[in-house]
């Protein structure tokens, strides 16, 4: 089957009509494509998926496909607490209070991104492991208070009001060294049994 048109055949009648058109930050239509028909094809497109790898830089994957082996190697990888530890070291001393002198403005910016990066990896971890805890767990409770203000603080932006760069840099450090912590706790069996945990 082609998708020309014999002759005496009718062409194809659109399936689908969008309206394509642009708005500001504010909602206002700024272009109006109007209305674009969409029309049927007769071959379908390719997956999205990635195919299986076969370069000579992947040798014994087994013709596994890219992104399979890549989602079974970051569920499989453990987080690397001592780095995440280094980092905060950079910025915080033992009690959390700020330490060591105030890093130039390319060295904030790549703290900045370095512990956004490892709250990303840390935050998912953390709620795998808090999984097996009850639900009236003090231990859950503090947990999940955690993981908020991580989410809080990967959404805010800095302000001056509240330090600057550096100041949101720091307080990203402190979040994280609090997952770490809850990390640990979680990972080396801290399951026991709490009061009022309903076991």
């Known amino acids: 089957m082609t998708n020309g048109t014999g002759a005496g055949e009718a062409p194809p009648r659109p399936t689908m009509t969008m309206r394509v058109y642009t708005v500001d930050r504010y909602g206002t239509i700024t272009s109006d494509r109007g209305t674009v028909s969409v029309l049927p094809v007769a071959v379908l497109p390719a997956s999205f998926g990635f195919p299986p790898c076969a370069c000579p830089r992947c040798p014994g994957r087994g013709g596994?496909?890219?992104?399979?082996?890549?989602?079974?190697?970051?569920?499989?990888?453990?987080?690397?607490?001592?780095?995440?530890?280094?980092?905060?070291?950079?910025?915080?001393?033992?009690?959390?209070?700020?330490?060591?002198?105030?890093?130039?403005?390319?060295?904030?910016?790549?703290?900045?991104?370095?512990?956004?990066?490892?709250?990303?990896?840390?935050?998912?971890?953390?709620?795998?492991?808090?999984?097996?805890?009850?639900?009236?767990?003090?231990?859950?409770?503090?947990?999940?208070?955690?993981?908020?203000?991580?989410?809080?603080?990967?959404?805010?932006?800095?302000?001056?009001?509240?330090g600057g760069r550096l100041g949101y840099t720091r307080r990203l450090a402190r979040v994280l060294n609090a997952l770490c912590d809850h990390h640990e706790e979680l990972a080396t069996g801290a399951l026991h049994e709490e009061p009022g945990d309903g076991r």
């Open 64 to 162: 596994e496909p890219v992104n399979a082996t890549i989602d079974q190697d970051n569920a499989t990888a453990p987080a690397d607490l001592t780095t995440m530890r280094e980092t905060i070291d950079v910025l915080l001393d033992a009690k959390g209070a700020p330490a060591g002198p105030a890093p130039s403005a390319d060295e904030l910016e790549t703290l900045t991104a370095t512990l956004r990066g490892h709250l990303e990896v840390l935050m998912p971890e953390v709620e795998r492991l808090m999984v097996p805890l009850s639900k009236t767990s003090i231990l859950r409770y503090c947990v999940l208070v955690c993981l908020g203000e991580a989410r809080e603080r990967l959404r805010a932006e800095p302000t001056p009001r509240y």
